[in-house]
């Protein structure tokens, strides 16, 4: 079985700052990785995913993860937030392969301020 | 979004009423999810379908029920078993045997009067 902390519910930060939102992993199987983001009163859209191959993902909105296996992590930074940013962003977890649930973590708010 | 639609999107209930949750995609996938959100608690998991006619339990499947007749549709009927039924209710859908990755319909919230 997978779990994800997200160690971190809200994180504010201001227009144009570089922001990071912290999830790490555990799995005694090898992962994939999920980042979605949620606007208020709307469905989870996907920021982007790690499957294999390069450990740096660029997704979607500029954002970008950082797969470490070492640290169990996959960390999601963006160098320059915007207000329209402002969201709740969700780290999720499934065992590599194929056909598996995913576990999801409790979520983290970002609040951009001007 | 993209294919999967999620009706109501709002829902008023009164305390001993079953309602039924509509969920319906046109993606062609397999798998079908649905998940249940509150404040501070992410998203759990009610009820999954890998194929039609059959589904399994989730975490917190107690109060729910489910059918997949279809491949297309996968609705939600919450009982009056369910003691505190108001929240977020998100549907979601995953290629079988794909990378996983799952594809959100837009919400139905649920309130309990």
């Known amino acids: 079985a997978q779990s994800v902390t997200q160690l971190d519910s809200q994180v504010p930060v201001f227009e144009e700052a570089p922001v990071e939102l912290r999830c790490n992993y555990s799995?005694?199987?090898?992962?994939?990785l999920f980042w979605y983001v949620q606007y208020p009163n709307q469905g989870l859209q996907l920021l982007l995913k790690?499957?294999?191959?390069?450990?740096l993902v660029k997704g979607i909105n500029g954002f970008e993860a950082e797969f470490n296996k070492s640290q169990t992590s996959f960390h999601l930074r963006k160098p320059s937030v915007h207000i329209s940013d402002t969201a709740e962003y969700f780290c999720?977890?499934?065992?590599?392969?194929?056909?598996?649930?995913?576990?999801f973590g409790t979520g983290t708010q970002l609040k951009v301020e001007l | 979004d993209g294919g999967i639609t999620q009706s109501p999107k709002y829902l008023f209930r009164k305390e001993g009423q079953n309602v039924t949750l509509s969920c319906e995609q046109n993606?062609?996938?397999?798998?079908m999810y649905w998940y249940r959100q509150d404040p501070g608690q992410g998203l759990r998991l009610i009820y999954y379908?890998?194929?039609?006619?059959?589904?399994q339990k989730g975490d917190i499947a107690e109060g729910y029920s489910v059918s997949r007749e279809k491949k297309e549709s996968f609705p939600l009927t919450v009982t009056s078993a369910q003691k505190n039924p108001t929240a977020f209710y998100l549907c979601a859908t995953q290629e079988r045997g794909g990378t996983d990755t799952q594809y959100f319909g837009p919400g139905t919230r649920l309130t309990v009067l």
């Open positions: 790690y499957l294999s191959g390069s450990t």
């Open positions: 799995s005694s199987v090898s992962v994939y």
């Open positions: 993606l062609n996938h397999d798998a």
């Open positions: 379908s890998q194929i039609v006619n059959d589904f």
């Open positions: 999720a977890v499934s065992g590599a392969g194929g056909g598996n649930k995913l576990t």
